[in-house]
């Protein structure tokens, strides 16, 4: 988790909330210092913002030390924290999302759980495809280009932009949006 400036995890909701309906609903999956959820509450577009985080103990941090960095977005009543494993929940609930932001690793390359990696395969993504509503988007950040994946993306969600954020040192931060597209 990096607290400088959130500009590629801003990025990765605003992009995505850009095509959502109003009144529509939004999961993000991974909570940390809380830039996307932020982001996501300052909008009026969603009706229900559900955020999956596996770390209970970041859950609690955000009701404090960490609530400044989202902007206390915990207290707005859209929102909805669910305290368990992405992969696992998205295997168990039948819920459909306009929109899902993916910032649970550092890449499509580089997970942070072993079982994350699921997220970026073909099951994973035939998952996400299924939890979107037509013309739903996917957005995943990225620490540093995955062309692979690009192309997984598109051939299994539908047509990808790809949007890269500058940072101070390294790679461009990568954010890949997938328009879910009728087959």
């Keep these: 988790m990096d607290t400088r400036a959130g500009t590629s995890e801003r990025l990765l909701v605003r992009e995505s909330l850009r095509s959502m309906p109003a009144g529509g609903r939004i999961l993000i999956g991974g909570l940390g210092v809380g830039f996307s959820l932020a982001e996501a509450v300052a909008s009026p577009v969603p009706a229900e913002i559900v955020v999956v985080e596996i770390e209970a103990a970041l859950i609690d941090w955000h009701r404090d030390s960490l609530a400044h960095f ?19 929940w998205l295997g168990t609930t039948g819920e459909l999302f306009d929109a899902i932001c993916l910032d649970v690793d550092n890449g499509p390359e580089w997970t942070v759980f072993q079982d994350n990696a699921a997220l970026y395969g073909d099951d994973g993504l035939e998952l996400l495809r299924e939890r979107l509503t ?8 990225s620490a540093a280009a995955a062309p692979a994946y690009a192309a997984r993306l598109a051939a299994l969600i539908g047509p990808v932009t790809t949007h890269r954020v500058e940072v101070p040192r390294g790679e461009p931060d990568v954010v890949y949006l997938a328009r879910r597209t009728r087959r």
């Design 134 to 141: 037509d013309g739903g988007v996917l957005a995943a950040w």
């Design 70 to 88: 989202s902007e206390h977005a915990l207290d707005d009543a859209r929102v909805r924290i669910v305290n368990d494993d992405i992969v696992r």
